[in-house]
């Protein structure tokens, strides 16, 4: 049994208080103020009980940042961004290609000529005016609807097909990845990956590896895509805290489209939006009308600016509608009426309402809008074409690139055992016989 230890009589008479830190010993000092504050905040001390769940004034909701109407008109008091016709020709360009691409490639895995795709129907002008708001070499870490931001930086149409065909051509990924996950080092593009929201924290990171870099700090920002369901996970606190903590230059795009999957935004939070959260890691925060490309073009634009001069990370909620389903893999009229999407389709185009804005200034006509689909539809059709004729890289590039530095044991090992296996069964088993007739040099390197 544990018996404290007891100093002898003849040294306890000499213990006496010493003068110490401890908060009995210090002097009480009347605060300047009639209340004072906590040592760790600037926050005034009441005697008033005060309970609050809203960060605006009265529990009233943070506003929506709109420049133009459905019917492409400016808002009463709205600034409409500087930008010539050629600029604002371009956008919408870039915004009527996004879909006409979506159409096609949706199709091909329909057909069963790709595995997976997945669409950006509803949210074009998200993704293409907050594209062209940032700068080229801006570092961008996508999710996996953001492929606007890369045909915005000249990526190109046949870049996409070949990497949802994992084709010899495929520069983002050698054939490695599934369909609809890009990348691109020399257009500053992370390569995106399937796990959700992976890319937020990571971008926290890259913002402050860019201010840590002379030669790039005060010029770039970090910027990181996601959806409303991503900002449920537990990445989105740990990419925010790191950001605005130890602070660095990330620009975070949440595009609420209303569904994180079959889970209705509703149904993902009980607070005002993703847009609530920023004041609370005391980050500059906007909320923008994710279907006005001008607004959101104006707001990333300001917001870019914001982050790159205070060197601190900014959030931007873009509100849209994700007119199409999930993926490829679901079946978005299983949990939401097909009228609802009609509706929106046809209350909120987001391409309807810029059109209308270019026509009215005489930057746009009907004549020209066919004449682009058109364009448009057969550059892809044509694209599609060449990538089926491509074959697959090389057996041996399925074993490169994934690391940086030396192969590691566990891929030499897996390495040796395709080669066995090919070795067994390519001469021999016709499906093999086959399958390695899509690849470059149909397993040539491994059967001699």
Known sequence: MF?????????????????????ASVTPVLPEHSHGNLPSSQSPITPKMHFFNSVM???????????IDGAGQPLEGAEVPEMDRDFARNIYEHMAQLPILDDVLYNLQRQGRISFYITAYGEEATVIGSAAALAPD??????????????YRGFGVDGLINQCYGTSLDTCTKGKQMPAHYG???????????????????AAGVGFALKRDPSRRGKNCAVTYFGDGAASEGDFHAGM?????????????????????STPSSEQYYGDGIAARGAGYGVHTIRVDGNDVLAVYSAVKEARRRCIEEGRAVLVES??????????SDDSFAYRPRKEVEERKRLDNP???????LEARGWWSKDEDEALKARVKAEVHAAYKRAEEQQRPELKEMFTDVYGGEQPWNLRAQEAELRGLVRKYGRSWEPWKAELKKFKGEGKEWLD
């Open 319 to 328: 509100v849209t509608y994700r007119v199409g389903h999930h993926s490829t």
């Open 184 to 202: 691109s080092k020399e257009l500053h593009f992370h390569t995106i990956s399937s796990p959700l929201a992976t890319q937020i924290p990571q």
């Open 138 to 151: 801006d570092e961008v870490l996508a999710q996996y609807r953001e492929s606007g931001v890369l045909l």
């Open 57 to 67: 004034e009265a529990g009233k909701q943070i506003p929506t940042y709109r420049v």
């Open 3 to 23: 018996r404290p230890t007891r100093l002898p009589p003849t040294l306890r008479r000499f213990t006496v208080p010493r003068a110490c830190r401890g908060v």
């Open 351 to 357: 391409l309807v309402r810029f059109r209308l804005f």
């Open 241 to 261: 805290l790191l950001a605005s903590t130890i602070p660095s230059p990330t620009l975070f795009i949440a595009r609420n489209n209303g569904f994180a999957i």
